[in-house]
């Protein structure tokens, strides 16, 4: 229908947007196999008017101002997932310039960063990958995994409209939602590896504002 359109992914929040872009003719097939390969989602290049930047994981909201120094302190090292803080004119500094008062704020010398929630990681070129929210990250005997690491892996295969991946009971379970006709996939051997078990359900739980992003909280809820 319209043959000459650019389709681009947007990758951004409500605080920020846009804050990276990716356009469908970019994506290239070794970008397509490391997202089936457990890299992640590929969000693309972050635009020329904000700052990106990559936090521990752990960083628990500061009650205080940052020196520049302490924030520098809080960045992981390249090439390491983190989460993504942004700054930039186009990204909203919060209502209030206490940062007891904005968890969502990190305040550092004369910049406010917005916390995206999300973790990321750079590549050598320079664009971002996506691994999921930071607070659905699994943690256990067998090391750490991100939701999208598997769940952008797995959507790959057409029979599969929404993916979920969470820890329920010890457990790492893949929650699946299928495309009509339903039809259950044969998993990679490597995300087999990856999960204890899978779940097929008739619908994976979204978050009421986007209808969108999974809604980790109350899938648990579920399982």
């Not at 101002?65 to 500094?93: A, C, K, W, Y």
């Not at 999300?118 to 256990?140: M, Y």
């Not at 893949?174 to 990856?194: F, G, K, N, T, Y």
């Amino acid at each position: 229908m319209a043959p000459q359109a650019e389709i681009v992914a947007v990758y951004g929040s409500t605080e920020a947007e846009p804050i990276a872009l990716l356009s469908h003719a970019d994506i290239s097939a070794s970008d397509r196999q490391a997202m089936a390969s457990g890299h992640g989602l590929l969000a693309g290049r972050p635009v020329p008017d904000i700052q990106l930047r990559l936090i521990r994981e752990d960083t628990a909201p500061p009650r205080r101002r940052l020196t520049e120094t302490e924030f520098q302190d809080l960045l992981v090292p390249h090439g390491t997932p983190g989460e993504i803080v942004v700054s930039g004119p186009h990204v909203h500094p919060g209502q209030s310039s206490d940062p007891a008062a904005e968890p969502t704020k990190l305040f550092a010398g004369p910049t406010v960063w917005h916390r995206t929630g999300d973790t990321g990681q750079l590549a050598p070129d320079g664009r971002l990958w996506l691994l999921g929210r930071s607070s659905a990250r699994i943690e256990d005997a067998r090391g750490r995994i991100h939701p999208f690491q598997i769940e952008a892996a797995v959507l790959t295969d057409p029979s599969i409209r929404r993916a979920a991946l969470a820890s329920a009971h010890g457990r790492r379970v893949l929650v699946l939602e299928l495309s009509h006709p339903p039809h259950l996939p044969q998993l990679p051997s490597w995300v087999q590896a990856q999960i204890d078990d899978v779940r097929v359900v008739r619908r994976i739980p979204l978050d009421r504002r986007h209808n969108a992003k999974v809604d980790y909280v109350k899938l648990l809820k579920d399982l």
